[in-house]
């Protein structure tokens, strides 16, 4: 069966609520201050309330802002960003659905993982399309149709992914930024 792309215009663009859940009630729990309670707040988040379904994505990409000048004030922004997705990653693994996720993949080994991956993306919003490119055992090409200003974040996202697949020594570096897209390169060695 094909399946067609999402076309979601950006300004209809929204992140789901267990991606919000696991990064903010689960990856930085025990570190969201009352400081950080207020800015986010008033950013549009509201943590003392039921989380909404869906959230803006430019309202999200402000939130993580204001999350790594809280949470790592002093820490260069892309060690910042690199942090808060290793968090956000154990965060939604500590969800509903992020335990359910985390636990197949965990039996999938590196290379099945990297294979659900344009799968898992489209489960945390409304209109990532992501292509997979093999290029090697242990060597794809990532391009997801959306460009982050989050220097790191999306690299460390997948590298953590990638180690609860199994992968020794993954490496997700960034090959380039287009108008539409990001395209990465995922590699881990072999056991």
């Known amino acids: 069966m094909t399946r067609q792309p999402r076309s979601v215009p950006p300004e209809q663009r929204h992140i789901y609520m267990q991606v919000v859940e696991g990064l903010l009630q689960h990856g930085l729990r025990g570190r969201v ?20 379904p869906l959230y803006p994505v430019p309202l999200w990409a402000r939130c993580l802002n204001i ?12 060690e910042a960003f690199r942090r808060l997705a290793r968090a956000h990653v ?22 099945r ?11 945390t919003d409304n209109y990532t399309e992501a292509v997979l490119t093999e290029r090697g055992p242990t060597s794809y090409e990532l391009r997801v149709n959306s460009v982050v200003d989050a220097p790191g ?4 996202l997948f590298e953590a992914v ?10 997700v570096t960034k090959v380039r930024e287009e108008d539409d897209g990001t395209v990465y390169a995922l590699t881990w060695t072999e056991r």
Request: charged share 25%; no cysteine; proline share 9%.
């Open 67 to 78: 999350i790594i000048e809280e949470v790592h004030p002093g820490v260069p922004r892309e």
């Open 113 to 123: 993982v990297v294979q659900r991956l344009p799968e898992t993306l489209r489960g």
């Open 153 to 156: 974040y999306a690299e460390a």
């Open 33 to 52: 201050s009352p400081r950080l309670r207020e800015r986010l707040r008033l950013a549009g988040v509201d943590l003392d309330r039921p989380l909404l």
């Open 90 to 111: 154990e965060g939604y693994g500590a969800t509903l659905l992020g335990r359910a996720v985390m636990s197949v993949m965990r039996m999938l080994g590196p290379k």
């Open 162 to 171: 990638l180690q609860v697949g199994g992968a020794q020594e993954p490496q």
